[in-house]
């Protein structure tokens, strides 16, 4: 659901591992999840989308999974880099309507070198 | 290509006084348009949204308001400035449909 006020959870992860951060989305007539990194500073950019017909997407050292049953989507980062260091949204996109984009919480991911 | 600008990217304002943030968006025509605004290390927190000129829906009760007098210009706005509004606001535009929504660079409001 919105992310309102609440303070970002942070994830450590040592250079060269693989990371997996994690988002629960509110609304069971979302049909369209982003994954989105944000620098300091910086607005939100895309990195990986996945739509409801799917339970998986790879991207680039990015891989995306979506478990509807449970509401649950998942960012995994192979071999994660200092430069993937910043604040990840999930967002969610429900059919019908005009389709307003809400995001999660964010998960702030700091890497180790 | 679509492109979407935002200013000013930093603003230090006084209690009390007005706001005028404005953003465009170019190479789309009737975009989905948000206003969020994040307070530091926090999420983001949905402000408004509009579906086409002159329609504005607000989210959460607050100190401003949004128009959209142009098919692809939004702008924040507020008569009197608390400290409170302190934060970084993002306008951000999406066709409406099942795709992305695309971010400006932001701007970084201080209320002193």
């Known amino acids: 659901g919105e992310s309102v006020g609440l303070h970002l959870p942070t994830l450590s992860v040592q250079e060269g591992d693989n990371s997996i951060i994690n988002c629960a989305y509110s609304?069971?007539?979302?049909?369209?999840f982003i994954w989105y990194k944000q620098e300091s500073g910086k607005g939100p950019q895309f990195i990986i989308d996945i739509r409801s017909n799917m339970d998986k997407r790879q991207g680039q050292r990015v891989t995306v999974l979506l478990n509807k049953t449970v509401k649950h989507l998942s960012l995994q980062i192979a071999a994660t880099q200092p430069g993937d260091s910043a604040v990840y949204f999930c967002a969610e996109i429900a059919g019908g309507g005009y389709q307003k984009v809400t995001f999660g919480t964010g998960t702030k991911l700091q890497v180790i070198p | 290509s679509q492109t979407i600008h935002q200013w000013p990217a930093t603003l230090v304002q006084p209690v009390g006084s007005p706001l005028s943030l404005e953003c465009t968006v170019e190479?789309?025509?009737?975009?989905?348009l948000y206003w969020y605004r994040q307070a530091a290390g926090r999420g983001l927190q949905l402000l408004f949204y509009s579906v086409g000129i002159g329609q504005i829906s607000s989210e959460v009760p607050q100190n401003l308001s949004a128009s959209r007098p142009q098919d692809r210009q939004f702008i924040l706005s507020s008569k009197k400035l608390l400290l409170s509004d302190s934060g970084f606001y993002l306008c951000?535009?999406?066709?409406?449909?099942?795709?992305?929504?695309?971010f400006g660079q932001g701007t970084r409001l201080t209320v002193v």
């Open positions: 609304n069971s007539a979302s049909d369209y």
């Open positions: 951000a535009w999406s066709n409406g449909g099942r795709t992305e929504a695309f």
């Open positions: 190479g789309t025509s009737n975009p989905n």
